[in-house]
């Protein structure tokens, strides 16, 4: 178990505090807390920087990438209100994270959610540190929580384009809240959360079974499922959410009858290319040093997206005789999804098959699938982000093995860490579980939240003000003025 539990590069959100943390003096030699002195000895001015620039990135990705890639594939009239669903998430989000949201996703506390020991920054200054995922090397704990805070932004605001042109704005909000406590933070910690690697010495025991397993871990990480960057708790989640939220708000005035084109593919282009770029720090980032490893999940998000844009291109040349800018937008958002949790295990030919892969898949759900189940996603949440991540989470169990050029993980219970012995099956087994406990939970926890909301204050504009748009009937301006 303990070889399964410690990924190479691992997930974004490993850090505990160098407060707490061990060091190994010598192979064979005791352990001893560090001082202050070599706790800020152990952070290098690289990796800060790095670190910082993805944060920058990651933001990119929210506002402007995503408000631009779903504000042009709505009507006019709506374009408005996805700008600012978008933006205003983003704002509101970064609040929660900083107030309660960091605290319960990286702190311990428990297998599934952390505790409130951090709540509101407390005991976080310019003097306090986070763990990277190699031994002795240490960020500034500021930058560890701007950086996640970052992916706490942009997670509920992919959720508005399975629902976007027929959703109340203050509903929208209060729903981004709870959801976050609820859904997006508890997965956050059950995916991500560990000791760091410096606390393993104290930290792991023996089960039952003689099987080692870490005391101070989440439940997801402890099972030793590999989310590099965030397949499930960003994507699977946000895409599972989506579909949960398109079926409770129900199905856009016309729906089926009346032509609802993109108004501006010249916006989508613009956004998705923007996406591709945030990505980098996205998933390159989510190793949280700048190193070899980084440079691996830095081509793989490269190689990965250009295949998945390619495969989206030729499933549409063959079914509908043309490609479309559409589609090779959508292709590319596609790749970048499904090699998002595989990205720093893959190898570059491997990330290029998950790319080739998962866009005749998405391109199913997308054009088949939901046409014959008749639900309105309006953006294709789900079909490309929830399946998306699906495919790339599991995938992940297989493009990390070494045998095929993979990265496969590292052992942190010796010192220094090393390779693990890897056992493919077993790997896309627990892979399978991570990506059900993540349906069961987001698809639970905002079916609840939904309802909630839908039977109090609901959560769909009058008739009249959808067919007027929300950009006038919820705030009262227009995109454009013409």
């Not at 200054?125 to 560890?144: H, Q, R």
């Not at 998933?283 to 990965?304: C, H, K, M």
């Not at 898949?361 to 699938?369: A, D, E, Q």
């Not at 609840?448 to 008739?463: C, D, M, N, Q, W």
Request: net charge negative.
């Amino acid at each position: 178990m303990i070889r399964k539990m410690f990924a190479v590069g691992g997930a974004v959100g490993t850090s505990l505090f160098v407060s707490a943390a061990a060091l190994a003096q010598e192979a064979a030699g005791p352990i001893k807390a560090p001082t202050a002195e070599q706790m800020a000895g152990m952070v290098d001015k690289g990796d800060t920087a790095w670190m910082l620039v993805c944060s920058a990135l990651v933001l990119m990705m929210s506002v402007p990438a995503l408000a631009l890639f779903y504000g042009g594939l709505v009507r006019t009239k709506n374009m408005l209100s996805v700008l600012m669903q978008v933006f205003m998430i983003v704002s509101v989000a970064a609040l929660v994270w900083v107030c309660w949201g960091y605290s319960l996703a990286f702190t311990g506390g428990g297998p599934f959610v952390g505790g409130l020991s951090k709540a509101f920054l407390a005991g976080v200054d310019g003097t306090t540190f986070a763990a990277t995922f190699s031994n002795n090397v240490y960020l500034p704990e500021y930058v560890f929580v701007v950086f996640q805070m970052t992916f706490a932004c942009i997670t509920p605001a992919l959720i508005v384009g399975a629902f976007a042109e027929r959703i109340k704005f203050t509903p929208l909000i209060l729903f981004v809240v709870a959801w976050l406590t609820i859904v997006y933070f508890p997965i956050a910690h059950m995916v991500w959360y560990w000791a760091g690697p410096d606390f393993l010495v104290d930290t792991v025991v023996k089960d039952a079974a003689g099987a080692l397993v870490s005391q101070d871990a989440g439940f997801l990480w402890g099972m030793g499922a590999l989310d590099f960057a965030g397949g499930t708790v960003v994507h699977i989640n946000a895409g599972v959410a989506g579909l949960v939220g398109c079926l409770f708000v129900g199905k856009r005035v016309g729906f089926g009858k009346e032509a609802t084109p993109p108004h501006s593919m010249t916006m989508t282009m613009i956004g998705a290319s923007l996406l591709w770029v945030g990505w980098f720090g996205f998933n390159a980032g989510s190793n949280l040093e700048a190193n070899g490893v980084t440079g691996v999940a830095f081509i793989n998000t490269f190689v990965a997206t250009a295949a998945a844009a390619v495969s989206w291109a030729i499933v549409e040349q063959i079914h509908h005789k043309r490609p479309s800018l559409l589609g090779a937008a959508t292709g590319a958002v596609a790749g970048l999804v499904a090699i998002t949790p595989a990205s720093g295990f893959a190898a570059p030919m491997t990330a290029i098959v998950l790319g080739l892969v998962v866009s005749p898949i998405c391109y199913l759900f997308v054009s088949t699938i939901k046409n014959r189940l008749r639900y309105d996603d309006t953006l294709d949440v789900f079909g490309v982000h929830g399946i998306g991540g699906i495919v790339g989470a599991i995938g992940t169990g297989i493009v990390a093995d070494p045998a095929l050029g993979g990265q496969g993980f590292f052992d942190y219970t010796v010192f220094p860490a090393a390779v693990g012995e890897y056992d493919m099956a077993a790997q896309v087994v627990t892979q399978i579980k991570a990506v059900l406990l993540t349906v069961a939970w987001s698809g639970i926890g905002s079916a609840v939240l939904f309802a909630a909301l839908k039977y109090t204050i609901g959560l769909r504009p009058s008739e009249e003000a959808e067919r007027e748009g929300l950009d006038l009937a919820e705030h009262g301006e227009r995109a454009y003025n013409y």
